[in-house]
């Protein structure tokens, strides 16, 4: 069985801060690694995907890759509370049968204003 | 910009009435997808399909069928709707990347069921 964990949270942080989301995964031939963030009643949009070992940035997110280890990690720098959502953590692998992406269950993120 | 629909975002039902959930995309995407969310579960696949008039079971496909008659449009049914159905349900699509299954998943809005 393939797995996915997160922690679940809440995971709280001053605004400004720089949040930190982590996430583990089972399937040493998982290939795709993808973040999405969801509001409250929203359906999941997505943040950041990733493919290669190390960081990817884009604005105030960074993805960090570590298929050695099978994680996959979000910093969320300069935290805003606008960004207090569920992040999702999703894989693929190759040959994964009949579940394409496998997701985690989300950590919950709160910025304090 | 990917842009997937679904036919409303809420819907009040009763104990055995068919239900059907409409979800269509407009990026020509080959792979569409059908989920159900609930607190503390997370996202459970039920059932996806890769192409026009094929379907594949997810991980909880019991008590739901699907079809896709055209690329674009994927509906989910629920033959004889229960209270333990009552979920948010998610569509996402996804175009066919170099590995199979493997680009990105696109979610439409979603709808709240409430089977009473």
């Known amino acids: 069985q393939k797995e996915v964990e997160q922690n679940s949270g809440p995971l709280s942080v001053p605004e400004g801060a720089i949040a930190s989301l982590n996430c583990t995964y089972s399937d040493r031939v998982s290939q795709s690694f993808f973040w999405y963030r969801q509001y409250s009643g929203k359906s999941p949009e997505l943040i950041m995907s990733?493919?290669?070992?190390g960081d990817k940035e884009d604005g105030r997110f960074t993805a960090q890759l570590n298929k050695a280890s099978q994680y996959v990690s979000l910093l969320i720098r300069d935290s805003q509370p606008s960004d207090s959502a569920t992040y999702l953590c999703a894989v693929n692998s190759v040959n994964s049968g009949n579940t394409p992406l496998v997701f985690g269950k989300g950590t919950r993120l709160s910025v304090i204003a | 910009d990917v842009k997937v629909t679904q036919s409303s975002r809420y819907l009040v039902k009763r104990t055995g009435e068919k239900v059907f959930l409409e979800c269509v995309q407009d990026m020509d995407h080959e792979n569409m997808f059908w989920y159900r969310q609930d607190p503390g579960l997370g996202l459970r696949l039920i059932y996806f399909s890769y192409d026009v008039k094929m379907k594949e079971k997810g991980d909880i496909p019991e008590g739901y069928s699907v079809s896709r008659e055209k690329k674009e449009r994927f509906s989910l049914i629920l033959e004889s709707a229960s209270t333990n159905q009552t979920s948010m349900y998610l569509c996402?699509?996804?175009?066919?990347?170099?590995?199979?299954?493997?680009?990105?998943?696109?979610f439409g809005p979603g709808t709240r069921l409430t089977v009473l």
């Open positions: 990733i493919y290669s070992n």
């Open positions: 996402a699509s996804s175009s066919a990347g170099p590995h199979l299954h493997t680009d990105t998943q696109y």
